[in-house]
């Protein structure tokens, strides 16, 4: 069979069995690159195509001998008809067409296969339409090739064939160097390969193409992707400079005791922690970096640290960035975790889990916080679990700053893992400080913790280490004596000095005075480097490359090389933080040095700035506490006090919204985390009395400030939720009012009604139903006129639960059931779920007290189905008590019990009080049915203490019922008798008149009808 090869990319050529056609004339060779491609095609269309404006008899003349001319060049009937209007390729001849592999997708073509466009070169002469044709299908394949040459680079590089990535890219770039998707998949290809130099040479190639053809700069997808990849290889190359060794001498003795214990460590069962003292500059960090890197295996996880002098007063700051990597650790592992151990963390530790969001909470329900030791637990689990694989080492630097709580965790740590499996070294100046002596003492006594005292290199040291640092350099002996006076054999002195005798090359005249010394590390320094360095020195912690940037207003290939002017001085390093590549000063008193030295009105306009650039960070969720700290420290030494004063507010709030929760509103739809919080009463008090003096003071100055008034109102509402959660409720309940007065005077009508709705849940504690409705309504008339529904929604649920207390059951579930309307009606019902799942708990509760059981249970079961399917904790415990009495009320004790259980279990996680009289009374009786009547007297005194701490009427009356029951038992039970006698005080009859009197007052409740018919039947007996 004859083949026929046509080559039709870049300038055509026909074969035919390897032999090259010549043809006669140009619309006969256009003709048949035509038939090729479309294989058939009617005379008409030919005519058209070729011979257009001639006359139709002229034309299919010339159409018939271009066919002919055609047949005799190729000797061969390589064209047919199989119709008289129809003219095909032979269907006897095999054809091999470059394009068609092309398009049939059967590979990719090389460049040197795509050496040209379709038809390249080609040109025939009045053939319009024909040459619309060739234009219109070199357009499509070329478009198709690009398409096929994109798809092979993306697959290339999605499968890491990176070399053919890398051919394609260059391709797509010779074909098209304007196009910047093929410079950035090379960008991406070379990244990938740690080719960092490449990419970044990639980039300034388009760069310089498209300012010299075209005037313009790269996009800025592209501008991004050099960042990313800048900033990449600045952390690749902080890494590596770590590998590399640094210069360290002397403390052999120190290091031997790390090499002991750290051995202790990875062999034994139990070991020893490390605390390493000394002044300031002494090298306690530089002994703790040499042994790190010279002796911990890759087996164990060294997590780092620092504890800042401006964080010294905000908890558990330091944990934060430990937990931060925790966390990355954990998502690496796929570690599985109960899911209230990451709640806890998580909400605690804001920065925890990258998978877990944070969620916020505003009040809704009174109740206490959770249990601190149960925080402290679960942080410790958490850290054993994750050592169980691979041991942890906590690294403190500066603990002398750390905080009370942070001081306490880490003891805890201690005492509790004992070092089995986690390690904890500080770092610690050796000022005298309270804590400090403490800490060391406790853990001392116990055996858990060394210390590292360092003391000041003695003269011939200090001349040890100077030979060892300059081996080239010829010491004199007035220069031997010199240093060693000036420095004292302080390591960070003695390190300043030398670098100064080193740069004396350059004429830099000696100095004796320290200050000066150091004065002299930035003297040759650019003035844009100047620039940076006093940017940082306001910073008390590391200063990530974005931040930077922000406030710098230069590019990061321009930071780039200031910053590594600065590391080649060794002033600055490199380390990879929370936020990626994070910039630090060698030493901290390089940073203080500056900071000293920054004339007044330049610090606090910097730190303006800077406060200024982190507000424009926040987003508005619970991880906002993390730069409130960084906020108040900024805008205090910028004199910003309305802004001090706004984040303490803030910062507080934040701490003081974990408890008095049962039913929050979410405000993500992530409801894997709940607010766990924690903030000791002192600590509460003091800082609310700092928020005070800070707002006397911002008063005798901006009186009648629009903004300031809000803040004070703020304060007020905390210092109003405080009070009553500390039982001074008169005080509490004034202070609400206020709240409640201002902020309708200023339309601040959000903390309104939240005011209203903390009144109105100390009237459902109390009992006190005519303070309630009267807030209700006062409240819903408020939330009415500023249409806010969520508001709306939440009172007709409280309203509901009003009508259920008067006794007014049908009333009452039709205002829960119209309140979930509401709910499910917002645009973001996710975050009314426990609101909607309490309505249903209170359409229970009044089935429950009209004595319809089965149906109270229905609905139980809906309440405590939302919290388990989006694993929320708070708010279920209540729902299982309720289910359990209503078993109980319908005589199903096993089921009942499992409730009471089940509910006990979280009361263990969570300090809240509702309800927890109820569950332990209730189990009493089960218990005493049992015969366990040990347990159940236990489970009694449980009872009562949690109900006397409540002082909720309701709950005292419950657990008066259960001595009643108790006290009848004892009558027919002579081991009953004598297990209770000592506590059982009082007969059937006297119990049953005081609940009784107790539930008089307390209307809608059936079980003043169980105390009747209880006594009834004592009484007949």
Same mark, same amino acid.
């Given at each position: 069979?004859?083949?026929?090869?046509?080559?039709?990319?870049?300038?055509?050529?026909?074969?035919?069995?390897?032999?090259?056609?010549?043809?006669?004339?140009?619309?006969?060779?256009?003709?048949?690159?035509?038939?090729?491609?479309?294989?058939?095609? =009617?005379?008409?269309?030919? *005519?058209?195509?070729?011979?257009?404006?001639?006359?139709?008899?002229?034309?299919?003349?010339?159409?018939?001998?271009?066919?002919?001319?055609?047949?005799?060049?190729?000797?061969?009937?390589?064209?047919?008809?199989?119709?008289?209007?129809?003219?095909?390729?032979?269907? /006897?001849?095999?054809?091999?067409?470059?394009?068609?592999?092309? *398009?049939?997708?059967?590979?990719?073509? =090389?460049?040197?296969?795509?050496?040209?466009?379709?038809?390249?070169?080609?040109?025939?002469?009045?053939?319009?339409?024909?040459?619309?044709?060739?234009?219109? /299908?070199?357009?499509?394949?070329?478009?198709?090739?690009?398409?096929?040459?994109? %798809?092979?680079?993306?697959?290339?590089?999605?499968?890491?064939?990176?070399?053919?990535?890398?051919?394609?890219?260059?391709?797509?770039? %010779?074909?098209?160097?304007?196009?910047?998707?093929?410079?950035?998949?090379?960008?991406?290809?070379?990244?990938?390969?740690?080719?960092?130099?490449?990419?970044?040479? *990639?980039? /300034?190639?388009?760069?310089?193409?498209?300012?010299?053809?075209?005037?313009?700069?790269?996009?800025?997808?592209?501008?991004?992707?050099?960042?990313?990849?800048?900033?990449?290889? =600045?952390?690749?190359?902080?890494?590596?400079?770590?590998? /590399?060794?640094?210069?360290?001498?002397?403390?052999?003795?120190?290091?031997?005791?790390?090499?002991?214990?750290?051995?202790?460590?990875?062999?034994?069962?139990?070991?020893?922690?490390?605390?390493?003292?000394?002044?300031?500059?002494?090298?306690?960090?530089?002994?703790?970096?040499?042994?790190?890197?010279?002796?911990?295996?890759?087996?164990?996880?060294?997590?780092?640290?620092?504890?800042?002098?401006?964080?010294?007063?905000?908890?558990?700051?330091?944990?934060?960035?430990?937990?931060?990597?925790?966390?990355?650790?954990?998502?690496?592992?796929?570690?599985?975790?109960?899911?209230?151990?990451?709640?806890?963390?998580?909400?605690?530790?804001? =920065?925890?889990?990258?998978?877990?969001?944070?969620?916020?909470?505003?009040?809704?329900?009174?109740?206490?916080?959770?249990?601190?030791?149960?925080?402290?637990?679960?942080?410790?689990?958490?850290?054993?679990?994750?050592?169980?694989?691979?041991?942890?080492?906590?690294?403190?630097?500066?603990?002398?700053?750390?905080?009370?709580?942070?001081?306490?965790?880490?003891?805890?740590?201690?005492?509790?893992?004992?070092?089995?499996?986690?390690?904890?070294?500080?770092?610690?100046?050796?000022e005298y400080k309270v804590k400090i002596d403490r800490f060391i003492t406790e853990l001392s006594s116990c055996q858990l913790i060394e210390k590292i005292d360092l003391s000041r290199f003695n003269k011939q040291e200090t001349i040890n280490f100077a030979k060892q640092l300059l081996p080239k350099y010829s010491f004199h002996p007035q220069l031997k004596d010199l240093i060693y006076k000036e420095t004292e054999g302080n390591a960070f002195f003695l390190t300043e000095f030398l670098n100064n005798i080193q740069e004396n090359r350059q004429g830099i005249e000696i100095t004796g005075k320290m200050e000066d010394i150091i004065k002299s590390r930035f003297l040759n320094i650019s003035e844009e480097g100047k620039k940076i360095l006093n940017i940082l020195s306001v910073f008390f912690d590391a200063v990530s490359l974005d931040y930077l940037e922000g406030l710098s207003g230069k590019t990061q290939i321009e930071l780039m090389e200031i910053i590594e002017e600065l590391q080649d001085k060794n002033i600055l390093m490199e380390e990879e933080g929370n936020q990626g590549i994070e910039l630090v000063f060698t030493h901290q008193k390089l940073r203080e040095y500056l900071y000293k030295n920054l004339s007044l009105s330049r610090k606090k306009l910097l730190h303006h700035k800077v406060g200024c650039f982190i507000e424009g960070q926040l987003t508005r969720n619970k991880k906002d506490i993390l730069l409130y700290s960084k906020l108040i420290y900024h805008f205090t030494h910028s004199s910003n006090w309305m802004a001090v004063l706004k984040y303490n507010i803030k910062n507080l709030e934040t701490y003081l919204d974990f408890n008095h929760e049962i039913f929050p509103i979410v405000d993500t739809k992530d409801h894997d985390t709940e607010a766990y919080y924690y903030l000791k009463q002192k600590e509460a008090k003091t800082k609310l009395e700092g928020i005070k003096s800070l707002l006397e003071k911002i008063k005798t100055e901006k009186s009648g400030d629009k903004e300031l008034k809000k803040l004070e109102i703020d304060y007020l509402y905390m210092m109003g939720r405080l009070s009553i959660k500390n039982g001074n409720y008169d005080k509490g309940l004034q202070t609400i009012r206020e709240v409640i007065v201002k902020a309708l005077e200023e339309e601040e009508i959000p903390l309104a009604l939240k005011s209203y709705r903390q009144m109105i849940y100390y009237c459902v504690n109390t009992q006190n139903l005519t303070l309630m409705e009267g807030l209700i309504e006062k409240a819903l008339q408020t939330a009415g006129e500023h249409h806010i529904h969520e508001e709306i929604a939440i009172l007709y649920r409280l309203k509901g639960l009003l009508k259920i207390m008067e006794g007014f059951y049908e009333e009452g579930e039709e205002l829960l059931k119209e309140a979930i309307i509401i709910f499910n009606s917002l645009s973001d019902s996710y975050k009314y779920l426990l609101n909607i799942a309490a309505a249903y708990n209170f359409i229970g509760e009044s089935k429950r007290h009209s004595q319809r059981f089965e149906e109270a249970v229905e609905y139980y079961k809906k309440a405590i189905a939302i919290c388990q399917e989006k694993k929320i904790v708070r708010g279920l415990a209540i729902f299982q008590i309720n289910a359990g009495l209503a078993y109980l009320a319908m005589e199903e004790n096993q089921k009942a019990k499992e409730y009471f259980n089940k509910a006990l279990k979280i009361y263990k996680k969570l300090d809240f009080l509702w309800g927890r009289s109820i569950a332990y009374g209730h189990l009493a009786l089960l218990l005493i049915k049992e015969k366990q009547y040990e347990e159940a007297l236990q489970y009694l005194l449980k009872a009562e203490i949690n109900a006397e701490k409540l002082k909720s009427p309701y709950e005292i009356a419950l657990v008066l019922r259960v001595k009643a029951e108790i006290s009848r038992e004892m009558s027919v039970n002579k081991e009953v008798k004598r297990v209770f006698d000592a506590y059982i005080d009082e007969d059937t009859i006297a119990y049953c008149n005081e609940g009784i009197n107790i539930m008089k007052d307390i209307k809608g409740y059936y079980e003043r009808s169980v105390f009747e018919e209880l006594k009834k039947n004592c009484e007949g007996f």
């Open positions: 069979m004859t083949t026929i090869t046509g080559k039709l990319l870049g300038n055509p050529i026909i074969y035919k069995d390897n032999q090259q056609i010549i043809f006669p004339y140009k619309k006969a060779e256009a003709l048949f690159y035509y038939l090729l491609i479309e294989k058939r095609a =009617s005379r008409e269309i030919l *005519v058209n195509l070729f011979w257009g404006t001639a006359p139709e008899d002229m034309a299919k003349k010339n159409l018939r001998n271009a066919v002919y001319m055609i047949k005799k060049a190729f000797n061969e009937e390589v064209l047919v008809s199989p119709q008289r209007s129809i003219i095909t390729l032979s269907p /006897h001849i095999h054809y091999e067409i470059d394009i068609e592999d092309m *398009v049939k997708d059967r590979k990719i073509l =090389s460049l040197e296969e795509y050496n040209g466009e379709f038809l390249e070169g080609f040109f025939v002469r009045d053939a319009t339409d024909f040459e619309d044709w060739m234009f219109d /299908h070199r357009n499509k394949y070329r478009d198709s090739y690009i398409h096929k040459l994109y %798809q092979g680079a993306k697959d290339s590089y999605g499968n890491n064939q990176f070399k053919n990535a890398e051919k394609y890219c260059k391709i797509l770039i %010779q074909r098209d160097e304007f196009d910047e998707r093929a410079y950035r998949i090379l960008m991406m290809v070379y990244k990938s390969q740690r080719k960092y130099n490449q990419a970044i040479e *990639v980039y /300034h190639e388009l760069a310089h193409i498209l300012n010299e053809e075209l005037s313009i700069a790269p996009d800025t997808q592209t501008t991004k992707l050099l960042e990313e990849i800048i900033k990449e290889k =600045s952390i690749r190359d902080a890494l590596d400079k770590k590998q /590399h060794k640094e210069f360290f001498y002397g403390r052999e003795k120190e290091l031997q005791i790390f090499k002991k214990i750290y051995g202790e460590f990875v062999k034994k069962p139990n070991s020893r922690s490390i605390i390493i003292t000394g002044e300031a500059g002494i090298g306690k960090s530089k002994l703790l970096d040499y042994f790190i890197k010279s002796s911990v295996c890759e087996e164990e996880t060294v997590l780092f640290t620092h504890c800042y002098q401006a964080e010294e007063n905000y908890s558990l700051k330091p944990w934060n960035r430990i937990f931060s990597k925790v966390s990355n650790i954990i998502d690496e592992s796929k570690l599985d975790l109960p899911i209230l151990l990451r709640n806890i963390v998580g909400y605690v530790f804001p =920065s925890f889990s990258t998978s877990l969001e944070v969620t916020a909470i505003n009040p809704v329900e009174n109740l206490d916080s959770l249990k601190y030791p149960i925080i402290e637990n679960a942080i410790i689990d958490i850290l054993e679990r994750v050592a169980k694989y691979k041991k942890i080492i906590l690294v403190f630097e500066d603990l002398q700053w750390a905080d009370a709580m942070t001081m306490d965790l880490i003891k805890s740590v201690i005492l509790k893992n004992r070092s089995s499996s986690i390690m904890v070294i500080t770092t610690c100046r050796n």
